[in-house]
């Protein structure tokens, strides 16, 4: 079984996940070599090449499938290559990348290709999804972030966090051609819900730019598979259970599809633990309706943002929106007593009621 690392808490979302385990689909007989790799032979003709390393500060996993283990090789060199660049241009932590700098001056000329595809990316899922998913609750989560631990939520607290919520809205963030710039001073944004699944999936293309049909990465619980058919190899990946994160809850099987979870049992920033990471955008707190969930869909980019778009959603209005998006779904109540799941999700371990 290979498990992805904890999340760290820079520079993308504390804690966000963790909810994902990639598991091997058969036995291998391999070969470790230096600087994390690994080559196994999975058939006559097939080797499996994995090779582990650290990027956005968390554990990034790509593994390939193919009958030449050297070309496997140079196909996950330049993914992590692609990956690495990609991260570079979307992290806000960096003073001098683009996205320190939008919100530090309020717009940003001629953003970077990368940034401005992620920005469009999410302002279509926040257009489709009424706002329950929206990269401008930065000031929010800032003040979050800020608390002393653990804070009691106290009226002094719940009018900072009123306060800074009216710098929430993402339709006071325009892209044009000249650039982007918020509408009101203050605002700010983090990719964190998006720009994890966009980096998978900029490793993904470059290894199909390399002639790779059959992989998956996995990057600190956010995984991609794409498989071509023609090898008879099985992707599974468990979703860890929320009341217990050193078990497995359920096993999904994954082929050409992505899968994110939004979860709310690492980091919390009240005595309550009613405040931690993920926030809805229409109130300026945490939503407390589920304890995680992970959505499957065509790409990473997608299953990240609506993961965490879901959190903020009651039950009917998730099923009613991922069948929208032709997304399969899993997730576990706030008490941890029950689980839901969408009906042609293909999970082949544990139980959930079909919703």
């Not at 966009?198 to 600190?220: E, F, K, N, S, T």
């Amino acid at each position: 079984m290979m498990q992805a690392d904890e999340k760290a808490d820079r520079p993308w979302s504390p804690e966000r996940r963790r909810a994902l385990k990639a598991l091997a689909g058969t036995a291998a007989v391999a070969v470790l070599g230096g600087g994390g790799w690994l080559v196994a032979r999975r058939g006559r003709d097939v080797f499996e090449v994995r090779r582990e390393r650290s990027l956005m500060q968390t554990s990034v996993v790509v593994s390939c499938l193919a009958a030449d283990a050297a070309a496997c090789g140079t196909a996950i060199e330049a993914a992590y290559a692609r990956m690495a660049a990609a991260t570079r241009v979307l992290t806000r932590f960096d003073p001098a990348g683009p996205v320190a700098r939008l919100n530090r001056d309020g717009h940003l000329d001629q953003p970077p290709a990368m940034l401005r595809e992620v920005l469009q990316q999410a302002q279509a899922v926040s257009a489709r999804t009424d706002g329950d998913f929206d990269i401008s609750v930065l000031p929010v989560l800032r003040y979050f972030e800020s608390l002393r631990q653990p804070a009691g939520l106290d009226a002094a607290i719940r009018a900072r966090i009123h306060q800074r919520d009216h710098l929430v809205g993402y339709r006071g963030i325009t892209l044009d051609a000249q650039g982007v710039r918020f509408a009101r001073p203050g605002m700010a944004i983090t990719l964190d819900g998006l720009a994890k699944g966009y980096v998978i999936d900029q490793g993904i293309a470059a290894l199909r730019a390399y002639g790779i049909d059959d992989a998956l990465i996995d990057a600190g619980g956010d995984v991609r598979a794409i498989s071509s058919g023609r090898i008879a190899h099985r992707w599974r990946v468990g979703i860890v259970d929320p009341a217990d994160i050193g078990r497995i809850a359920a096993v999904v099987e994954l082929r050409n599809a992505a899968l994110g979870t939004s979860g709310n049992y690492r980091i919390f920033y009240d005595a309550d633990k009613t405040l931690f990471h993920v926030i809805d955008p229409h109130t300026g707190y945490s939503p407390l309706h589920y304890a995680s969930v992970t959505v499957m869909a065509e790409t990473s980019v997608a299953a990240d943002a609506l993961s965490v778009a879901a959190a903020s959603m009651p039950l009917p209005r998730l099923r009613e929106t991922m069948r929208g998006w032709n997304a399969q779904w899993l997730v576990f109540d706030r008490a941890n007593r029950r689980a839901w799941r969408s009906p042609l999700l293909p999970q082949v371990a544990g139980s959930a009621e079909v919703a």
